[in-house]
C-alpha cells in the first residue's frame, strides 16, 4: 500500500485482557519499528525486525510484550494480561534502509486499558 | 529513556510569523530527523540532516545543526494554520537504527 497500515486505531482493553496490534508496512520495506508513546511524550523504542528477524527487543517493557514478523511484511505486537500502564499509542514505522532514515509511521493504534 | 529535549515546550505565533524550535541531546549521533505529529495521527518525517551537515532546506523549512553543542533548530518560516502541530526531533546515533525522541515542541498558529 502506499503507506503504513495500523489497525485497530482504537483498542480499549479490560485490565489482564490480551491484545494484539497489527501493522502493514509499506511493500518492501527491509526494517520495521514499534515504538510506544505515553501522552504528551515522544514515542519510546519497543522493537526492531529487518525483514522475518527480530534483531533488538530490548525496549520491551515486560515478557508480556511479544512481537513477530514471521513472513517478513505485515508484523503483530501483541500485550498479554494488559495493566493500565500499557495505556498508550503504539506506532509502527517502516524504513527501506534502518540506519539511512527516515521512517514512515503509521497512524498509529491508542490502547486504553481500563 | 528520551535524550533529546525540545525547547520551548509549547509555542503559540501568529500566522505568518516564523517559528524556531531548539532541540538538544547527549550523545554523538549519525543523523538527526525532526517529525510532525497532528493530533490523533502518526508521524510524518519532515527533514533529515546527518552529522557532517550544517544546515538543510526544505520548502519552509530550514533545520541546523551543531554538534559541537549537540542541538539542532529547526526554523518553519512564514508559518499556516495548517503547520499546528507538534514537533519531534529524532536522533540516530552511530550505527544505530534506534531514534531516540525528545518530548516535542507544541506549535499552535493562531490565524
Known amino acids: 500500500g502506499a503507506g503504513v497500515s495500523q489497525s485497530p486505531r482504537y483498542k480499549v482493553a479490560k485490565r489482564g485482557q490480551d491484545v494484539a496490534l497489527r501493522c502493514d508496512p509499506i511493500s518492501g520495506h527491509v526494517s520495521l519499528f514499534w515504538y510506544q508513546q505515553a501522552l504528551g511524550q515522544g514515542p519510546e523504542f519497543l522493537t526492531y525486525f529487518q525483514n522475518e528477524a527480530q534483531l533488538d527487543k530490548s525496549g520491551l517493557p515486560s515478557d508480556r510484550f511479544f512481537a513477530e514478523r514471521p513472513e517478513g511484511s505485515v508484523s503483530t505486537l501483541k500485550i498479554q494480561r494488559t495493566q493500565q500502564e500499557d495505556s498508550a499509542v503504539y506506532l509502527c514505522a517502516s524504513s527501506l534502509d534502518s540506519v539511512r532514515g527516515g521512517y514512515t509511521f503509521g497512524s498509529g493504534t491508542r490502547l486504553t486499558v481500563v | 529513556s528520551q535524550q533529546g529535549e525540545e525547547d520551548p515546550q509549547a509555542l503559540s505565533i501568529q500566522e505568518g510569523e516564523n517559528a524556531t524550535m531548539n532541540c538538544s541531546y547527549k550523545t554523538s549521533i549519525n543523523n538527526l530527523q525532526w517529525y510532525r505529529q497532528n493530533s490523533g495521527r502518526g508521524l510524518v518525517h519532515l527533514i533529515l540532516?546527518?552529522?557532517n551537515e550544517r544546515e538543510k532546506h526544505s520548502g519552509r523549512l530550514r533545520v541546523t545543526l551543531d554538534t559541537s553543542k549537540k542541538s539542532s533548530s529547526l526554523l518553519i518560516t512564514a508559518s499556516r494554520a495548517a503547520d499546528t502541530a507538534s514537533y519531534f526531533c529524532?536522533?540516530?546515533?552511530?550505527?544505530?537504527?534506534?531514534?531516540?525522541w525528545g518530548a516535542g515542541t507544541k506549535l499552535i498558529i493562531k490565524p
Open positions: 529524532a536522533t540516530a546515533m552511530d550505527s544505530n537504527y534506534q531514534l531516540i
Open positions: 540532516i546527518r552529522s
